[in-house]
């Protein structure tokens, strides 16, 4: 059974940072592309970044470009997101999501429970 | 990159049918075939419901169909239930390399 496993949200003053990870479970890790993807409270799906499966391609939206950075580790089974100089927008539930392939356009099969992130003063 | 376009509600009686669409560009719904939706209940995480435009994964019911014509794609649902009741998002690759999400569909079941 796929599994994914978001830990390391909390409450962050802005221009702070925090790194979430993303453990895997019930696949081969290394097959497959990762993405982060969050929800603002009430609101709808943002894309944030997508890493495939060797690390080689690495892609973020212009919303968190030069602040958050994408990583993997293949032998841990793990997808992380560090994310700094935060901002009261970034505030939202974090979900890591399988892609649907090892690099390139994919869909989004798999998808984690969320963690939830909150910068607030 | 702008959000795809999604009708903000829709409802329909158990037993009919409903059609959300989602409209986006030539750079994104209408120039790839990654086209997916999601279905989310509150609370919960989001749910693969579609991928590649019209491809149903395993254990999703066929009551859940999906289609493209041009830039707009469209996901139905047959044979309303009470448990298709949900918040529903349709998403696309772009030829930025990146992900557009639409602003999703409240589904509301009478």
């Known amino acids: 059974e796929v599994q994914l496993v978001e830990s390391g949200g909390g409450l962050v003053k802005p221009g702070g940072s925090l790194r979430l990870s993303c453990a895997a479970s019930?696949?081969?890790?290394?097959?497959?592309?990762m993405n982060w993807v969050r929800q603002a409270p009430g609101k709808g799906l943002e894309w944030v970044s997508s890493?495939?499966?060797?690390?080689?391609?690495?892609y973020y939206a212009d919303s968190v470009k030069g602040r958050f950075t994408i990583s993997r580790d293949n032998a841990k089974n793990s997808l992380y997101l560090q994310m700094n100089s935060l901002r009261a927008e970034d505030t939202a539930v974090y979900y890591c999501?399988?892609?649907?392939?090892?690099?390139?356009?994919?869909?989004?099969?798999?998808w984690g429970q969320g963690t939830l992130v909150t910068v607030s003063s | 990159q702008s959000a795809l376009t999604q009708p903000a509600s829709v409802s329909g009686s158990p037993g009919q049918s409903i059609t959300i669409s989602c409209t986006g560009t030539?750079?994104?719904?209408?120039?790839?075939?990654?086209v997916s939706w999601y279905q989310q209940h509150p609370g919960k995480a989001p749910k693969l419901m579609i991928y590649?435009?019209?491809n149903r994964p395993s254990g999703v019911s066929n009551r859940f169909s999906g289609s493209k014509s041009g830039n707009t794609a469209s996901l139905t649902i047959s044979g309303l239930q009470a448990e298709d009741e949900a918040d529903y998002y349709c998403?696309?690759?772009?030829?930025?390399?990146?992900?557009?999400f639409g602003g999703g569909t409240k589904l509301t079941v009478l």
């Open positions: 999501a399988r892609g649907t392939k090892g690099v390139g356009a994919t869909d989004f099969d798999y």
């Open positions: 890493i495939s499966s060797s690390s080689s391609y690495i």
């Open positions: 030539s750079s994104d719904v209408g120039g790839y075939n990654y």
């Open positions: 590649e435009v019209s």
């Open positions: 019930g696949f081969t890790f290394s097959s497959y592309s």
């Open positions: 998403s696309s690759y772009t030829s930025s390399s990146t992900w557009v």
